[in-house]
């Protein structure tokens, strides 16, 4: 890497955790509206079909904002996208504790969709910009997971622990996120523009035309050398987040309504994957560095049809969910989002990067809203169908995405020469 752009680095590991919180806030709100949803559905009288239009909201507008957000972080840079869309959440957040009205409730959970998927291509690509070599930019992905993993653990336990306040419990899960969109924010002030892309963007308005600075375009993706890991990322994480989601946005749901769990218990219950997750993914950080990613990431296939069709076979109990989510905790660490976010890195170019990740988050997302908004009726109609329906999916996308990457063999596959591109951008600049 040029001498100039090293410089110019802030302290990775400080940037990671700052930006990495992007992931902390997507888990906590996805989770946080599962509880609110069941809370509001006693105080507010809200139908399946209501809740089913609230949870699928947030992540229809999830997609938009990453698919916006990825464009707007390679055209503009990453650090106007990250400071606004935590202005963003915030509002949004205070305006949920605020509102009594569902129309403004899927305002507000429009707000905070849009701002977090929005947030998390650019501060992903802010994390790998940053690294300072590749091996330390699988480990700086991977902390992202712990934080995500954090974030559910914060939004379970604070369920756990108010859950049944009614309308004050709700206020108080809000509130957590609020007040941390205001320190992320405050820490984020702190971190400077991508120097890498900085570089490549004056590169390109210079018109010294390489790889990184042709104009960002969604319709590039698709060809030559970047339409397989694309679309196999499209496909891949499309279908296996539309199932883990139905975990996050309707496990609580789930216990409630079929389990016949009260909604503190329910919300206890998912702390049962937390060790597995925090252990998962520090072994993710260490093996995503390794040739032996795939045959792991692989082992997480198989781990998520088993998990998820022990409810169909068994019947949606609390123990047959409670084998789901030790199933799919341990899969999820290395077939699940941290792996995508890794590929994504390692795939493609500085000005493609965001675009890329944006539209493949996008599109999860989008597949996910869509089954969110379906899921009730599901549920009402026949739970050991959609336990089926999950296995199915996880298991057609683990396929694709390990045709794909299984023939991968360092941690760098995709990626253009750095440091060459990055010292003629910088001269370029000057």
């Not at 206890?268 to 032996?292: A, D, N, Y």
């Amino acid at each position: 890497m040029s001498e100039s752009i090293q410089q110019h680095r802030p302290n990775p590991i400080w940037t990671a955790i700052v930006c990495g919180m992007a992931s902390y806030i997507d888990a906590a709100s996805i989770v946080s509206w599962g509880l609110i949803a069941v809370i509001y559905q006693a105080i507010y009288h809200l139908s399946a079909g209501q809740i089913g239009i609230l949870s699928g909201m947030l992540t229809f507008c999830i997609a938009i904002g990453a698919l916006c957000g990825g464009y707007l972080g390679d055209r503009f840079g990453r650090r106007t996208v990250f400071l606004f869309t935590m202005i963003g959440i915030l509002i949004g957040a205070i305006g949920m504790i605020l509102t009594s009205s569902f129309s403004l409730m899927l305002v507000c959970s429009a707000l905070v969709g849009l701002s977090t998927g929005a947030d998390l291509p650019v501060s992903l690509a802010t994390i790998a910009e940053t690294s300072t070599d590749e091996k330390q930019r699988g480990t700086l992905l991977g902390l992202s997971q712990i934080l995500w993993t954090l974030g559910m653990v914060a939004a379970m336990v604070i369920g756990m622990t108010v859950g049944n306040l009614g309308k004050t419990g709700a206020q108080i899960i809000l509130g957590q996120i609020a007040v941390v969109s205001v320190l992320v924010l405050l820490g984020r002030i702190s971190i400077p523009e991508s120097a890498i892309w900085k570089a490549t963007n004056a590169a390109r308005k210079a018109g010294v035309q390489t790889k990184k600075e042709e104009k960002v375009s969604v319709g590039h993706l698709f060809r030559a050398p970047y339409a397989v890991p694309f679309v196999s990322l499209i496909l891949f994480y499309g279908l296996c987040n539309a199932a883990f989601n139905v975990l996050g946005q309707y496990g609580t749901y789930l216990l409630v309504n079929v389990a016949k769990v009260d909604v503190s218990k329910a919300s206890s219950t998912g702390l049962i994957q937390i060790p597995l997750l925090l252990i998962g993914s520090l072994l993710f950080m260490k093996t995503v560095r390794t040739k032996r990613r795939i045959f792991y990431f692989l082992l997480g296939t198989i781990g998520y049809l088993v998990g998820f069709l022990l409810p169909a076979i068994l019947g949606v109990t609390l123990n047959s969910y409670i084998f789901t989510l030790v199933f799919s905790g341990i899969s999820f660490c290395f077939a699940g989002e941290a792996i995508m976010k890794f590929w994504c890195q390692t795939s493609f170019p500085t000005m493609y990067r965001a675009t890329a990740q944006g539209t493949i988050i996008a599109v999860g997302r989008f597949t996910a809203a869509g089954f969110a908004v379906v899921v009730p009726f599901i549920i009402a109609a026949n739970p050991r169908l959609l336990f089926v329906a999950m296995a199915a999916v996880c298991f057609v996308g683990g396929l694709i995405a390990w045709a794909a990457f299984r023939k991968s063999n360092s941690t760098n596959e995709g990626i253009e020469n750095e440091a060459v591109d990055s010292e003629r951008e910088s001269t370029a600049a000057k």
